[in-house]
């Protein structure tokens, strides 16, 4: 498959001809005419989700950070090189590796402001980064010189690199699937771990940032479930029964790394976790994530801390849900 046009005013297709890969669009992004109706809603919520960084109030996590406990300073140092590995990942991998690729232009315009929020994220994890250390190389070095988070990230980007090269329609479909997993399964631990500290009373600036980060992911991941249910509807002949275990495979893997994760972050010492507990909660999200694409669940497993949920959601709210102060962005909804 070859990498869209990006100037084609000699194509014919219809609204109706129009395709999520392989179709032959003009290139114009037409905000008054789009066949994705879902894609338009997602980009006038993420447009309503506008937030900055710099504007989340980080001085009381400065003095937090000195009086954390030696586990949970380890917690939050490994956390954080692990978020800025995937969102740098992020940033790049759309704009090479999906966008090139994608025929509807309304989804590009999501891919595309997609990657500024992940770039966005980036910013979130140094204002964070530099509020508490005095030496920032030490803990974006982390990714690379600390093993477990090395292997967690080798085998992502192994994922990404056995689906480039030559590009055909089962591999285009596979890194849809590949990028669910990513937004729906591979942040989750760590967000976790952030509302911990926040549910304890500390690093407050910090659980808020990731709530804002985390409400752009929960738009990331339905960008990817959209695409993945209109390529089913259209090209139905792909979604074969030997997909379905490849993506089952891919899942139970994901599954595995996170769980292992956030034993590796917590090691028993977080309050509120253990183990069984947030092993459970990877496996209830991977259960919501394969309903959401028209999978049977894996696990059947219940939620085994609901409480994350009332943290990380924002329900409208015009004030900081740790520290009751007022917000002034535009709380988009989904």
Partial sequence: MERKTIYNPDSKESLNDRRIFGGNSDGM???????YQWALNL???????TWFPKEVQMT??????????EPEKRMYDLVLSQLIFMDSLQTNNLMDNINPYITAPEINACLSRQSYE????????????????????????????????REKNNYIAAVYKNLSGEITDEKIVLALFANQILEGL???????????????????????????????????????????NSVRKERPELFTAELEETVRGMFRKAVELESSWGSYITQGQILGFTDGIIKQYIQYLADKRLDAVGYKPEYNVKHPIPWVDGYASFNDQRTNFFEGNVVNYSKGSI
């Fill in 43 to 49: 980009w006038d919520t993420m447009e309503a989700n």
């Fill in 118 to 149: 992940e770039a966005n994220h980036s910013k979130s994890y140094a204002v964070m980064v530099e509020s508490i250390s005095d030496n920032t190389d030490q803990i974006y070095d982390m990714w690379k010189n600390d093993v477990k988070l």
């Fill in 186 to 228: 591979y942040f989750y631990a760590g967000f976790a771990a952030m509302y911990a500290l926040g549910k304890s009373g500390k690093m407050l600036g910090s659980s808020q940032m990731i709530r804002f980060i985390q409400r752009d992911e929960v738009t990331h991941l339905l960008l990817f479930q959209n695409m993945i």
């Fill in 60 to 69: 009381g996590d400065a003095k937090d950070y000195k009086f954390l406990t």
């Fill in 29 to 35: 992004i037409n905000f008054t005419k789009m066949k």
